[in-house]
């Protein structure tokens, strides 16, 4: 098993930058697909962006792509979510997820993934 613990969120005016962290506890994380979801107010959790084990593959949710940055430390088991060019509407909790099943793609929904964190508000202000 492994837990999962983000951190780096805060306030921000729009235009600017922040970078999220997710900090993983077991020897195994290099065995998890990680993902980052987001859930605002009002709304359901929605998908941002994904990792494979390795960090070779990376997929996006075309509301960040170009803004958004996923990477990985495996020696630190540690995510990362660079994010630039913040928009109000990327005001959310942001949690991140794992999954420690191989499949043959990289799951979107957050059904598929039985590990999470406790969340981290990111607000960005117009």
């Known amino acids: 098993q492994v837990q999962l613990v983000e951190s780096g969120g805060g306030s921000v005016q729009a235009g600017g930058s922040l970078r999220l962290s997710c900090a993983a506890s077991g020897r195994t994380f290099s065995s998890y697909t990680i993902a980052w979801f987001r859930q605002a107010p009002g709304k359901e959790r929605e998908f941002v962006a994904v990792?494979?084990?390795?960090?070779?593959?990376?997929y996006y949710a075309d509301s960040v792509k170009g803004r958004f940055t996923i990477s990985r430390d495996n020696a630190k088991n540690t995510v990362y979510l660079q994010m630039n060019s913040l928009k109000p509407e990327d005001t959310a909790v942001y949690y991140c997820?794992?999954?420690?099943?191989?499949?043959?793609?990289?799951?979107?929904?957050?059904?598929?993934?039985?590990?999470w964190g406790q969340g981290t508000q990111v607000t960005v202000s117009s």
């Open positions: 990792i494979s084990r390795s960090g070779e593959y990376t």
């Open positions: 997820a794992g999954d420690p099943i191989f499949r043959g793609h990289y799951p979107l929904n957050a059904m598929a993934y039985d590990y």
